[in-house]
């Protein structure tokens, strides 16, 4: 497993994204490149193209996907005004837009929502990342506390 320098809530808001761009992940920098499909000749293209082991596609969330998600936050919801409501919004035309209306009357499950969404997707995004071989760097080194003194190292942990 290679450890990797990358944004991983950019990564997660690319997944989640619901542009019709293409993202790119460079293998070797951790930066992303972004495309539009109507390009075919920019200088991006030309990389990717040219050298395709270095970058690989980032998957985005289809339809089918993100209702899937909704419906399983619906098994972690126990509330009886909300849940018939958010359940019939997913049955809808428009299962995506009705769900996030609906949502709205409720904002305490609104925030719930929000937060289990951004937890899936970074469950998502880290699999994906385990799949090419990959793992996130730590977002912080642990610090060699050896030689600090007791007073200087109780300040730094106060202010982490």
């Known amino acids: 497993m290679r450890t990797f320098?990358?944004?991983?809530?950019?990564?997660?808001?690319?997944?989640?994204?619901?542009?019709?761009q293409e993202n790119w992940l460079d293998l070797e920098s951790g930066s992303v490149l972004t495309l539009s499909p109507d390009d075919q000749?920019?200088?991006?293209?030309?990389?990717?193209?040219?050298?395709?082991?270095?970058?690989?596609?980032?998957?985005?969330?289809?339809?089918?996907?993100?209702?899937a998600m909704r419906e399983s936050f619906l098994f972690t919801l126990d509330d009886l005004h909300a849940h018939p409501l958010l359940s019939a919004a997913l049955t809808s035309r428009k299962p995506l837009r009705s769900f996030d209306y609906e949502i709205e009357a409720f904002p305490a499950i609104r925030e719930q929502w929000q937060a289990y969404e951004l937890k899936q997707l970074r469950e998502y995004a880290l699999n994906w990342l385990y799949e090419l071989g990959l793992e996130p760097a730590p977002d912080r080194m642990p610090l060699d506390t050896r030689g600090i003194p007791r007073d200087i190292l109780r300040r730094l942990n106060k202010s982490a």
Do not use: K, M
């Open 5 to 20: 320098t990358l944004d991983l809530d950019a990564l997660t808001q690319l997944i989640n994204g619901r542009e019709q």
């Open 41 to 67: 000749y920019s200088d991006e293209r030309q990389q990717v193209e040219l050298d395709p082991d270095r970058y690989t596609q980032i998957p985005n969330l289809d339809v089918p996907q993100r209702v």
